[in-house]
């Protein structure tokens, strides 16, 4: 039992640990990200607007600035995530969600019982339709 709980609480300290450098390296990644779009920005406007429209120069956190209005203006940067998951909320509302699947159990019964009558009667039914069809037709 001690062996069971000694492996329990292992997972659970090694899954805090794996959460933990994963946020960290998150965090670092924003950052470095933040950085480098904040110069690139800067080195882009500082290297054109000025030629081309007489704008005037502009310093690392002007171009900071201008990534977050163009992010709040243009939705752009963004992974998309919350669309997937209203398109699997509505499929899930438009097919009736989890499906009960309790009734299976009988579908072998009921296709040995009605299910080749109904089949045949049906077939029938189109054959019928598509004589009509074919007698209108012409």
């Keep these: 039992m001690t062996q069971y709980v000694e492996h329990r609480v292992k997972g659970k300290v090694k899954n805090y ?3 933990a450098v994963k946020i960290f390296f998150g965090i ?3 950052i470095a990200f933040a950085i480098l779009m904040g110069y690139g920005i800067m080195w882009l406007w500082n290297w054109l607007m000025p ?3 007489g704008f005037k120069l502009i310093g690392f956190w002007q171009a900071v600035g201008l990534l977050a209005l163009a992010r709040i203006l243009f ?3 963004g992974s998309g995530h919350s669309k997937g998951k209203y398109r699997k ?3 899930k509302e438009c097919y009736g969600g989890k499906k ?3 009734k299976w159990k009988f579908y072998d019964q009921y296709w040995e019982e009605e ?3 109904a089949f045949d009667a049906y077939v029938e039914r189109l054959k019928e339709n598509n004589i009509e069809e074919d007698d209108k037709a012409l």
């Design 89 to 91: 909320r509505k499929k």
């Design 75 to 77: 939705g752009g940067l």
């Design 28 to 30: 670092l990644f924003a």
């Design 100 to 102: 009960d699947f309790s």
């Design 115 to 117: 299910g080749k009558k």
């Design 17 to 19: 640990v794996t959460m």
């Design 51 to 53: 030629e081309l429209f």
